[in-house]
């Protein structure tokens, strides 16, 4: 029998040789605190320096810009409850814009700022690819609009927001600006000043490096209001011993998809390319979900109209493809994808959605068994 196909990489990556590597000394001989004063302790801290130093590099920040965090969610919890905290108690204002399309580590966090914090929250439309427009954006600042939250890639259909040009509005407003790049970074450059934004969430899981670990950029001068409170590391914006395995992890990571990005993305977008001709033909049933004009190139997502998703991830897991429906946090939730919704798509296409994403890893073989195991699948539930 073949072995199975591994097409989510979206959801999660295997974490890269190189990267277990660079994290085991830090288990082991090299387990001191950075925050001791002795050799240990040392140690530890100098292996935090250099991630910080590998990271700003790759961000083009400075590395006193990086903050550690648990992850793609804790960075994006920080960076909008701590913005929005931070200026609420200066009095510059409570509003807030984001859009229904974001993942819900930042979704349901300015829900939260507005039903417990009183602040006011406008969800920005998205068009048809699940993007806003500049436009959209200045007509809705506000004199007190504090921050903006928008997606670089949207984990589920894999749209590409124009973050430079809304960050650009936001910054003539002379308001903050976050965009949450985790699914963005293994596959697109990633940099803070031609992007010109405020704070950027990262998650290291997604790139080839540890579960548990991500990263915040706050651009120098952004007033920020510590989330977790305790000990002052992370310039005391995020109490707690830093995980040193993990962030060393991140930064060995985050060098390898800098290496690789360039060989690595004709070849990605090939085989996504196969996927998305292999798997939907134009017609009444099924259909890719609306490709966006771009998309990160290791990115297909699918909608098949009165098929179950969830029935038909089931499905192809046991056929050995491993996919989702969009989004792994959300997958055994039967309500139809609010996404695709806010997308303009009827429930009966949206409970349908199939995300099937590439990796380094990833062959033509892997590609093509997977296109026929959908169309089986899809028929079989069809039945
Ligand atoms: C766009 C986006 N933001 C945030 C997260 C959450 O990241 P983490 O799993 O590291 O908490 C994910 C994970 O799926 C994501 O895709």
Not at 216 to 224: N, P
Not at 232 to 240: D, F, I, K, P, T
Not at 297 to 312: I, K, T
Not at 319 to 339: H, L, W, Y
Request: hydrophobic share 45%; glycine share 8%.
């Amino acid at each position: 029998m073949r072995p199975p196909v591994y097409l989510d990489h979206a959801a999660t990556t295997p974490v890269a040789p190189e990267v277990l590597a660079a994290m085991l000394p830090y288990f082991s001989a090299q387990f001191g605190n950075p925050s001791s004063i002795h050799r240990w302790g040392q140690q530890a801290e100098h292996a935090m320096y250099a991630a910080r130093q590998q990271l700003a590099a790759g961000l083009n920040c400075s590395p006193d810009e990086i903050f550690f965090t648990g992850g793609g969610s804790e960075s994006d919890n920080l960076a909008l409850r701590g913005a929005a905290l931070a200026a609420q108690a200066a009095g510059r204002g409570r509003h807030l814009i984001t859009t229904a399309v974001e993942h819900h580590a930042v979704l349901h966090t300015a829900q939260q700022l507005r039903d417990h914090f009183d602040f006011d929250l406008t969800l920005l439309a998205v068009d048809a690819h699940a993007c806003v427009s500049a436009q959209q954006l200045a007509d809705a600042i506000r004199p007190d609009t504090v921050l903006v939250s928008l997606m670089l890639a949207n984990n589920e259909v894999g749209s590409l927001q124009p973050v430079a040009e809304l960050a650009a509005v936001a910054r003539a407003h002379g308001v903050l600006f976050h965009t949450d790049a985790v699914q963005a970074a293994s596959q697109l450059e990633l940099d803070v000043q031609a992007l010109g934004v405020d704070l950027l969430s990262l998650g290291a899981h997604k790139f080839y490096g540890p579960k548990g670990v991500g990263a915040l950029y706050v651009r120098r001068g952004t007033q920020m209001l510590a989330v977790q409170t305790g000990g002052s590391q992370e310039h005391g914006l995020r109490a707690g011993t830093q995980n040193v395995p993990l962030i060393a992890g991140m930064a060995a990571a985050l060098q390898l998809v800098l290496q690789r990005r360039a060989p690595g993305k004709p070849h990605l977008g090939q085989l996504r390319g196969r996927l998305v001709a292999g798997v939907p033909q134009p017609g009444p049933e099924r259909r890719a979900s609306r490709p966006p004009p771009q998309r990160p190139p290791n990115h297909a997502s699918f909608v098949f109209r009165e098929v179950d998703g969830n029935a038909l991830l089931m499905r192809l897991d046991l056929e050995g493809v491993a996919a989702s429906s969009g989004s792994a946090c959300k997958t055994g939730d039967p309500r139809p994808s609010s996404v695709l919704l806010a997308m303009g798509a009827q429930p009966d296409w949206a409970r349908g959605s199939l995300r099937l994403s590439v990796g380094r890893a990833t062959t033509a073989a892997d590609v093509d068994y997977a296109v026929q195991t959908v169309e089986r699948c899809v028929a079989a539930l069809r039945k």
